[in-house]
């Protein structure tokens, strides 16, 4: 019998997921055990691979393949399954085709020296330094969005790579009633006299105890160890060849062992989404994560919703009382609980806490997005930075260092990317009220460290379905509503409610 077009389109999507997952091993030994003079060569074969794997993207429709395909779907003739595939291929594939190579490669070699730069003047403190080279990225960035094409802002076009369907004026809305939200909630909590004392808790934790520790933990959540490894890196990160191997790293500091077990959570969260995608569909969107959102919620359902409650640190603490009696044993489990839990406004974003992390967003995605409308002088940016932070932070900002210098994202080309990490939390907000209503005693389950019924709930209503459901649909379809920030409020005023004693 002779093989239908749509079974044509899946092998070389399989051939295409093949390279990729290559590309992706040869970026996590990159950041896990290559050595430093690896590092050129191996931006070449990185880069080579890269070339390799678009050109591959392009020949989708070599034959009029996918146009075919494309074609048949229109007229709606592909149903179900084949239709999806078909739907979100052509979505990659129509991006990618509308990027001609030469500006491919000069956004790459751009962002691969911006970066260099950005590093410098990041250790000198120096933004006149990496402005010039922002500027650039900035004009190419603006150039991809007219490429790609886009209705309302040149924004849209960008967040669109992340986060699909989403529009900047839904992002703003969104993130707009979170922080009209959040800033007074903050003068709140500030305001409160709850005195806690982090230094409590750190100690000296010797590494090999530290990472028997968080394997341990990461296999008690459900990571499948016969499934992926768990290493180190400087900056934590997941990345999948396959479902049946992903990869985690997380860092250690001698002093705080608490630090390691937040990222290796974090981490997990997102590997249990890649495990859990269906793996008999590899190859094709079936068997790919949604969107960055979407990944996001995983790692921050688990960090946060679950890994800072009380019902949590039930399980855990007296595990790890035993494991360090020193410094642990001194500290009473509700006092460990308020501690993990403390609400400081700070200047670096990565070690924010819960309430304070998605105004810390909001700053990156307003400025942001004015960058790409044009309607902002970047050599301003400082100044803008300070005024921000300031605003909704409540503190000053000493220097760029600690400003508008400290995220990689901007010189690396990721613009659009910052909201997927708010959504993220508002998306898992919106999973965990549910989960609450859905899985009886979840509670009671969390504090005798039983995860099962949660790693079921998440697979069936999220990582089981792949790219099947966008993630509107499918954020509506696992709760019932469309993404609202009220889940993550109410979340918040309970749980900080009672740590700081607010009416
Ligand atoms: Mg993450």
């Known amino acids: ?194 005195g806690l004392d982090p230094s409590k808790l750190k100690g000296k934790f010797p590494l090999d105890k530290q990472i028997a520790f968080n394997e341990m933990l990461s296999k008690a959540i459900g990571f499948d160890f016969e499934a992926g490894r768990l290493d180190q890196s400087t900056h934590p990160f997941t990345t999948n060849f396959h479902p049946g191997d992903v990869r985690i790293t997380t860092r250690y500091d001698d002093n705080d062992i608490i630090y390691s077990l937040g990222s290796t959570i974090h981490e997990t969260g997102h590997a249990l989404y890649e495990q859990g995608l269906p793996i008999e569909h590899f190859g094709t969107p079936l068997s790919e994560s949604v969107s960055l959102g979407i990944h996001e919620s995983q790692s921050r359902l688990w960090e946060n919703n679950i890994g800072r409650s009380k019902p949590f640190w039930r399980y855990l603490y007296p595990i790890l009382c035993k494991e360090f009696p020193e410094p642990f044993s001194k500290t009473p489990l509700d006092e460990f609980y308020k501690i993990i839990n403390k609400v400081e406004p700070s200047l670096i974003r990565t070690q924010a806490d819960e309430v304070t992390y998605n105004l810390h967003i909001i700053i990156r995605f307003e400025i942001e997005k004015e960058m790409i409308e044009g309607t902002i002088d970047l050599a301003d940016l400082p100044q803008i930075w300070r005024a921000k932070v300031k605003e909704y932070l409540g503190i000053e900002v000493p220097n760029d260092k600690e400003g508008i210098l400290q995220d990689v994202h901007w010189s690396a080309g990721l613009i659009g990317y910052f909201p997927t990490y708010s959504l993220g939390n508002l998306y898992a907000a919106q999973l965990y009220a549910t989960m609450k209503k859905k899985i009886p005693n979840l509670a009671g389950e969390i504090a005798v460290g039983k995860f099962k019924e949660i790693n079921v709930w998440l697979r069936e209503n999220i990582h089981m379905h792949g790219k099947t459901f966008t993630a509107r649909d499918l954020i509506k379809r696992a709760t019932g509503e469309y993404l609202n920030s009220r889940f993550f409020n109410n979340y918040l005023e309970e749980k900080y409610g009672e740590i700081y004693s607010m009416k």
């Not at 239908?4 to 093949?18: F, G, N, Q």
């Not at 430093?36 to 191996?42: A, E, H, I, L």
């Not at 790579?161 to 939200?181: C, I, M, Q």
């Open 1 to 194: 019998m002779k093989k239908k077009p749509i079974d044509h389109l899946k092998e070389r999507l399989v051939e295409i997921s093949h390279l990729v997952s290559i590309l992706n091993l040869l970026n996590w030994d990159r950041e896990v055990y290559m050595p430093k003079k690896g590092s050129d060569p191996r931006s070449v074969a990185i880069a080579h691979l890269s070339g390799i794997i678009h050109n591959k993207m392009i020949a989708l429709d070599q034959d009029g393949l996918l146009s075919g395909l494309k074609k048949q779907l229109d007229e709606k003739k592909l149903k179900g399954k084949d239709a999806v595939i078909v739907t979100e291929t052509w979505r990659t594939f129509d991006r990618e085709r509308k990027l001609p190579e030469d500006f491919v490669r000069k956004l790459a070699e751009t962002a691969s020296m911006a970066q260099d730069v950005w590093a410098e003047a990041r250790e000198k403190n120096d933004f006149k330094l990496f402005l010039p080279w922002l500027k650039k990225i900035v004009d190419l960035k603006k150039k991809e969005a007219e490429l790609v094409g886009f209705s309302d802002s040149p924004y849209d076009a960008l967040l669109d790579a992340y986060e699909p369907d989403l529009t900047s004026r839904e992002a703003s809305e969104v993130l707009n009633d979170l922080k009209d939200f959040l800033v007074p909630f903050l003068k709140k909590i500030r305001a409160s006299k709850e």
